[in-house]
């Protein structure tokens, strides 16, 4: 399949490539929720599975959770559960709303991550991400406005994700730093397979929720855990290797960007959506990306 290399290092201008090429894949993932006819919980279900067996291809992953004693084990099993639910939320968003709406909610995770993190970190609040959470309301409020009244649930369910992803990622953070992250995250997709296991078995059509998907939905799905989710993570550290954190995360801030651009021509939503919409994703997108700014400017100042 694909194996990390630990030499040569990439150059900083051929991991900003890489970083950028990851997030545009990650751009097509609220897409294929729509193109998969799989009902939420199984599609989630199938893409962690397929994934984690493909990151067991790789021989880092193997070695790194050969090391992992099972205290570590059982954390990222639990990050894996929240990771479970959190996407199960995002997928059952895309199908009450689009492709475009879902990813809007989901790129409002900065934001709960003001909020909520200082909390889980019992660390003081700062008043600018405090700030930017308070500004990032006009824009929920306006891509309120620009949608049909059918999708407002879905936007809660899109806005809940976001929310338990802000304490996914929190937790994730604090494993990846003492583990291997292809190791961690192979066992956070295995334990949230796991997990959705006997969810599944509950769903009034549970016998098929189990059969092997053919067609079209074998083929996506394939695409779904392989190239839009074990790939990009892969090259994701390779492009760690050349680039900041902070250079990722101003990178990563445009996903929401790339999967409503993309689902115009893929999906054709823009026909239900209205200018309201397109306004409260500038005011979000704007906003958060405001956020790794002011952390760069914080940091600028404490070294002065």
């Known amino acids: 399949m694909f194996a990390i290399s630990t030499k040569p290092k990439p150059s900083a201008a051929r991991g900003y490539l890489l970083i950028h090429f990851c997030v545009v894949l990650w751009g097509f993932t609220p897409i294929m929720g729509r193109l998969i006819t799989l009902d939420a919980v199984t599609l989630v279900w199938w893409r962690m599975l397929l994934a984690s067996a493909a990151l067991l291809l790789l021989p880092a992953t193997w070695r790194g959770i050969r090391k ?6 059982a954390a990222c099993s639990g990050a894996g559960v ?10 059952l968003a895309v199908k ?22 200082p909390l889980l970190t019992r660390r003081p609040y700062q008043r600018s991400n405090l700030m930017l959470a308070v500004a990032v309301i006009p824009g929920v409020m306006l891509v309120a406005g620009g949608i049909p009244r059918g999708m407002y649930l879905g936007l809660g369910v899109g806005l809940l994700s976001a929310a338990l992803l802000a304490g996914f990622s929190g937790l994730n953070k604090l494993l990846v730093s003492r583990t291997q992250p292809l190791s961690a995250t192979c066992l956070e997709l295995g334990a949230g397979a796991l997990f959705l296991t006997p969810a599944i078995g509950l769903l009034p059509a549970a016998e098929a929720s189990f ?48 999967a409503v651009v993309l689902a115009i021509p893929v999906l054709g939503e823009q026909q239900q959506l209205d200018l309201l ?21 914080r940091r600028r100042r404490r070294q002065h």
């Open 68 to 73: 992992l004693p099972w205290r570590l084990v």
């Open 82 to 91: 929240l990771l479970a639910i959190t996407w199960a939320l995002f997928y």
């Open 211 to 258: 059969s092997i998907p053919h067609g079209r939905d074998a083929l996506l799905l394939i695409v779904f855990a392989v190239v839009l989710t074990a790939l990009p993570l892969a090259l994701l550290l390779v492009a760690l290797r050349s680039i900041t954190v902070f250079t990722q995360q101003m990178v990563t801030n445009l996903e929401p960007v790339y």
């Open 277 to 297: 919409f397109y306004l409260g994703v500038m005011v979000i997108v704007g906003t958060v990306m405001l956020e790794p700014g002011l952390q760069w400017l």
């Open 96 to 117: 009450l709303t689009n492709a475009s709406v879902a990813a809007i909610c989901l790129g409002t995770t900065p934001l709960f991550i003001a909020v909520f993190g």
